[in-house]
């Protein structure tokens, strides 16, 4: 099955500590994507990367990092200068190739709560 | 700075009827536009994806606009069913960007 996951489903930490969250896809696409969703708000762009070993911020990527050394992988940091790091996290990826459609396509979301 | 808004914001109605959603956006530069669905708690799920040349697309059900000079797209449900509560989002495309620019979506709730 060609896809997204996204690892953990659920998770908790204390005010302070960095945590990474998991995106992996397997439908080999070039673009892959970070989002942060609020509730009553739009998804906002965190980080994003065009190919591997390269990656732009967003608009809210201030207390984030990420990385991205396999094109199938781009996991991304939350570290404690985030300063409301609680919210949903949505990965995604898209295609990049000219000619192509440019859909994206969103894994299943982690929810970090952070107390 | 593209901006992207929809109205209305949450939205219930009885089984069967037809419904439309609408998605506004303010600069006509797009490369494509993309409308999705997402259930409580969950991902988002790609539904329909106009490009930029096109005027509509359909899948089953669902048939989805693009106006470019107006700024404006439409997502319209046919005969809605309780199985299409859910969230329904649009996303934006600039030319010559990779980034989206989502709206803060319509929440639908089709009552039984």
């Known amino acids: 099955d060609g896809g997204i996951t996204q690892s953990p489903k659920y998770l908790f930490r204390k005010e302070g500590q960095n945590v990474t969250l998991s995106c992996e896809q397997n439908?080999?696409?070039?673009?892959m994507y970070w989002y942060r969703q609020d509730p009553g708000q739009g998804l906002r762009l965190i980080y994003y990367?065009?190919?591997?070993?390269?990656?732009q911020k967003g608009d809210i990527a201030e207390g984030y990092s990420v990385s991205r050394e396999k094109k199938e992988s781009f996991p991304l940091t939350v570290t404690s200068a985030q300063k409301n790091p609680t919210a949903f996290y949505l990965c995604?990826?898209?295609?990049?190739?000219?000619?192509?459609?440019?859909?994206?396509?969103f894994g299943p979301g982690t929810r970090l709560t952070v107390t | 700075k593209q901006e992207v808004t929809q109205i209305p914001a949450a939205l219930s109605v009885p089984e069967g009827e037809n419904l439309v959603l609408n998605c506004s956006f303010t600069?006509?530069?797009?490369?494509?536009l993309q409308w999705f669905r997402q259930d409580p708690g969950k991902g988002l799920t790609s539904l329909l994806l106009?490009?930029?040349?096109?005027r509509e697309q359909t899948s089953g059900r669902l048939n989805a606009s693009l106006d470019k000079s107006s700024g404006r797209s439409t997502l319209y449900i046919a005969a809605s069913q309780p199985g299409d509560s859910a969230t329904y989002l649009c996303?934006?495309?600039?030319?010559?960007?990779?980034?989206?620019?989502f709206g803060t979506g319509t929440r639908l709730k089709v009552l039984a």
């Open positions: 995604a990826s898209s295609t990049q190739d000219r000619g192509t459609i440019y859909e994206q396509y």
């Open positions: 439908l080999n696409h070039d673009a």
């Open positions: 990367s065009q190919i591997v070993n390269d990656f």
């Open positions: 600069d006509s530069a797009i490369y494509n």
């Open positions: 106009i490009q930029s040349s096109q």
């Open positions: 996303a934006v495309r600039g030319s010559g960007t990779y980034k989206y620019i």
